[in-house]
């Protein structure tokens, strides 16, 4: 299993931005897509973005279609997004994961999972 170690988090105003590391171990990081999930007290996990093993495909979910960018940097060892046009909403905390494709991250299967980065948006 690849270990992950998210950072970036912090607080921001509504309309800011933040940029989120993932900081993974191992030698097969280029063998896993990678992608962000977030979740909020109260409520339930939610995918938010995902990225093939080349870096080649993104998925996102409607809600930061537009705002967030996932991207990876495989000679890193690294994932990121970037996170523009911040809302209250955006609020929860941010888990880097490894899986099997993007798809696969969506529907909560997972490899490897980090420990998490809270974002926390005011308005």
């Known amino acids: 299993q690849v270990q992950l170690v998210e950072s970036g988090g912090g607080l921001v105003q509504a309309g800011g931005s933040l940029r989120l590391s993932c900081a993974a171990s191992?030698?097969?990081?280029?063998?896993?897509?990678m992608g962000w999930l977030r979740q909020d007290p109260g409520k339930e996990r939610e995918f938010v973005a995902g990225?093939?093993?080349?870096?080649?495909?993104?998925h996102y979910v409607d809600s930061v279609k537009g705002r967030f960018t996932i991207s990876r940097d495989n000679a890193k060892n690294t994932v990121y997004l970037q996170m523009n046009s911040l809302k209250p909403e955006d609020t929860a905390v941010y888990y880097c994961?490894?899986?099997?494709?993007?798809?696969?991250?969506?529907?909560?299967?997972?490899?490897?999972w980090g420990q998490g980065t809270q974002v926390t948006v005011s308005s």
């Open positions: 191992g030698r097969t990081f280029s063998s896993y897509a």
């Open positions: 990225i093939s093993q080349s870096g080649t495909i993104t």
């Open positions: 994961a490894a899986g099997r494709n993007r798809v696969a991250l969506t529907r909560g299967e997972y490899d490897s």
